[in-house]
């Protein structure tokens, strides 16, 4: 069983990696949503928890990945990559991508459209 990594803004917000992320889950596989989560900043966990089902997305489990800038959330989510053994990650955003290839043993995917 392979283990699947993808961002919430911006990534499962387009359909088809949605349809992606719900076709694996549906599959046995293992999809964890990392997302990067500013504290006291204005999106709460809890909102970021009625995004997704809001979508229909099904997840096996949701990872809020805290920092103060995008650096620091882009090596939070390699740490949850590496601690968990997740095997591939879907993001959008530069900044995550460049920290997570750097940090994590994960192949990252970028969004670019």
């Known amino acids: 069983m392979a283990k699947w990594g993808f961002d919430l803004d911006g ?4 359909l088809e990696i949605r349809a ?3 076709f ?3 599959h046995g596989e293992e999809v ?3 997302t990067g989560f500013l504290p006291g900043g204005a999106y709460s966990a809890e909102q970021k928890v009625a995004k997704l ?3 229909g997305c099904r997840y096996t489990q949701i990872h809020l990945c805290p920092g103060e800038s995008m650096a620091e ?6 740490a949850v990559l590496n601690r968990l053994g997740i095997w591939f990650m879907v993001d ?6 460049r920290q997570m290839a750097y940090y994590a043993n994960s192949r ?3 969004v670019v459209k």
Request: proline share 3%.
């Open 11 to 14: 990534t499962l917000d387009h």
């Open 20 to 22: 992606l992320a719900n």
């Open 73 to 78: 959330m882009g090596q939070f989510k390699a």
């Open 53 to 55: 089902e809001r979508l």
């Open 24 to 26: 694996l889950y549906d």
């Open 108 to 110: 990252i995917l970028m």
């Open 32 to 34: 964890h949503v990392l």
């Open 92 to 97: 959008d955003d530069p900044t995550f991508v």
